[in-house]
């Protein structure tokens, strides 16, 4: 089965406000954690990534916070805008690994007016 | 830069048929990828590349084929569609296999009838 999951499949949200969009990982040899978005009909783009040795990292309008302890990674995204509505996967690498990334299932994220 | 480019975008093809993907990239990244993703779910790694002339195998690897003569150029190979091969398939590179992200290309659709 997978190793990276997503709590909820869907989150719909208010144009203005904050969304966090949660993700569970389940390898503790995972090291690295990137979290992209997916518009409709286009291929993943890279939103912030975060390493095993920090618990969060900020970038413009998004954070990202890493919790080892439970093995959780969260998204928020401060003041939603419509042109954040999309699917936002989390992705985990294991350490020292040449291979690909290993994606979760997705939320798709609503911003209403 | 025109950073992954995908040929075709759409293809349909008939069981048994056989066709290549063509994946470029013109930021002289080492590291090449193909993923497959089905509906609602996240991307699985089908092949990977990690430097001219290398090829490795992914999480769903069978059914496919890939090679790797050019160091921009990353080819996807069905020699026997089948129609649990209906997907989107996304091309990815990246300069370095540790804590980099990796870039995708717009995608591929293709339905095998």
Same mark, same amino acid.
């Given at each position: 089965?997978?190793?990276?999951?997503? #709590?909820?499949?869907?989150?719909?949200? /208010?144009?203005?406000?904050?969304?966090?969009?949660?993700?569970?990982?389940?390898?503790?040899?995972?090291? !690295? $954690?990137?979290?992209?978005?997916?518009?409709?009909?286009?291929?993943?783009? $890279?939103?912030?990534?975060?390493?095993?040795?920090? *618990?969060?990292? %900020?970038?413009? =309008?998004?954070?990202?916070?890493?919790?080892?302890?439970?093995? #959780?990674?969260?998204?928020?995204?401060?003041? &939603? %805008?419509?042109? *954040?509505?999309?699917?936002?996967?989390?992705?985990?690498?294991? @350490?020292?690994?040449? *291979?690909?990334?290993?994606?979760?299932?997705? &939320? #798709?994220?609503?911003?209403?007016? | 830069?025109?950073?992954? &480019?995908?040929?075709?975008?759409? =293809?349909?093809?008939?069981?048994? @048929?056989?066709?290549?993907?063509?994946?470029? /990239?013109?930021?002289?990244?080492?590291?090449?990828?193909?993923? =497959?993703?089905?509906?609602?779910?996240?991307? =699985?790694?089908? #092949?990977?590349?990690?430097?001219?002339? &290398?090829?490795?195998?992914?999480?769903? +690897?069978?059914? !496919?084929?890939?090679?790797?003569?050019?160091? @921009?150029?990353?080819?996807?190979?069905?020699?026997?569609?089948?129609?649990?091969?209906?997907?989107? !398939?996304?091309?990815?590179?990246?300069?370095?296999?540790?804590?980099?992200?990796?870039?995708?290309? +717009?995608?591929?659709?293709?339905?095998?009838?």
């Amino acid at each position: 089965g997978e190793s990276v999951g997503l #709590h909820l499949p869907t989150l719909s949200v /208010q144009e203005g406000d904050n969304s966090i969009i949660n993700c569970a990982y389940s390898n503790s040899a995972s090291d !690295y $954690f990137i979290w992209y978005k997916q518009e409709s009909g286009k291929g993943p783009q $890279f939103i912030i990534d975060i390493r095993s040795n920090m *618990d969060k990292r %900020q970038g413009q =309008r998004v954070t990202v916070l890493l919790n080892k302890t439970v093995k #959780h990674l969260s998204l928020q995204i401060a003041a &939603t %805008q419509p042109g *954040d509505s999309a699917v936002y996967f989390c992705a985990e690498k294991l @350490q020292g690994g040449a *291979d690909g990334l290993t994606f979760g299932k997705g &939320t #798709h994220l609503i911003i209403q007016p | 830069n025109a950073g992954v &480019t995908q040929t075709p975008k759409f =293809r349909v093809l008939k069981t048994g @048929q056989s066709m290549t993907l063509l994946c470029a /990239q013109d930021m002289n990244h080492e590291y090449m990828y193909w993923y =497959r993703q089905d509906p609602g779910m996240g991307l =699985r790694l089908i #092949h990977y590349s990690v430097g001219e002339g &290398t090829t490795a195998k992914g999480e769903v +690897p069978d059914g !496919y084929n890939v090679s790797r003569l050019k160091k @921009q150029n990353f080819l996807l190979g069905l020699e026997s569609a089948a129609p649990s091969q209906t997907s989107v !398939y996304f091309c990815a590179s990246s300069g370095e296999p540790g804590y980099n992200e990796q870039f995708f290309g +717009p995608g591929t659709r293709l339905t095998v009838l």
